[in-house]
Each structure stands twice: as structure tokens, then as C-alpha cells.
Nanobody, 126 residues
Framework: QVQVVESGGGLVQPGGSLRLSCAVS????????MGWFRQVPGKEREFVAAVSWNGRIMDYLDSVKGRFTISRDNANNSGYLQMNFLPPEDPAVYYC???????????????????WGQGTQVTVSS
């Protein structure tokens, strides 16, 4: 059974930074990519960023380009989302997800991902 666990969320002031972590364990994965999504209560889950499982190729939502960096640590089967210059916005839960299977390009739909964590809350407020 594959498990995905996020950590690193919290309260940060506008303009600040947070680094989210994603630990993947259990099962036998033949994964294609790791992605990060976020969801504000009452709104749809939104794609934020994704990285190929080998960590070489990244994809970002336009609004986070230049501020967020997604990465993979193959040795530890983990991933990270470094978020800088966070603007004030509604609290959101950030989810890490793993897309299984062979690499066939990036996917931004939630339904394209097979394993999900429980999420970690990020609040940007003064």
C-alpha cells in the first residue's frame, strides 16, 4: 500500500516562505510524476506544480512560476515544494500526489494522479 504524507505547512506572513515536504512509502511504485495541488474550502482542487519522477522536468502553474520550486529526492523517495514570496490569500490545503505508470508528459488534472496525501494547511496572513 503506497502512502503519501505531506508536512511543512503552517502560518506564514505575506512575502514569506514555506517548504513543503512529501514522503512516499510502501508498495512498489512505477511512478511517472509527483505533483502538488492546493484547495481552498469551497473551491476546486487546483494544480500547482509537478515534477517527473526522475526529478529532471518540472511543470508549474503560471501564477507560481518564479516563486515556487518543485523537486524530488530520489534517494529518499521524497519531494519538496519550496514556496517563496507568498501573497496574502485564503488558507489552502496543499496536497502531494503521485501519478503511477510510464512517463507520457505532464498532467494537471487531479484524476490523473493515483495516490494522495492527507494534505497540509498553508495560511498566509499577517
Amino acid at each position: 500500500q503506497v502512502q503519501v504524507v505531506e508536512s511543512g505547512g503552517g502560518l506564514v506572513q505575506p512575502g514569506g516562505s514555506l517548504r513543503l515536504s512529501c514522503a512516499v512509502s510502501g508498495g512498489t511504485l512505477s511512478a511517472a510524476a509527483m505533483g502538488w495541488f492546493r484547495q481552498v474550502p469551497g473551491k476546486e482542487r487546483e494544480f500547482v506544480a509537478a515534477v517527473s519522477w526522475n526529478g529532471r522536468i518540472m511543470d508549474y502553474l503560471d501564477s507560481v512560476k518564479g516563486r515556487f520550486t518543485i523537486s524530488r529526492d530520489n534517494a529518499n523517495n521524497s519531494g519538496y515544494l519550496q514556496m517563496n514570496f507568498l501573497p496574502p490569500e485564503d488558507p489552502a490545503v496543499y496536497y502531494c500526489a503521485v501519478r503511477n505508470g510510464l512517463w507520457s508528459g505532464f498532467r494537471r488534472r487531479s484524476s490523473d494522479y493515483d495516490y494522495w496525501g492527507q494534505g497540509t494547511q498553508v495560511t498566509v496572513s499577517s
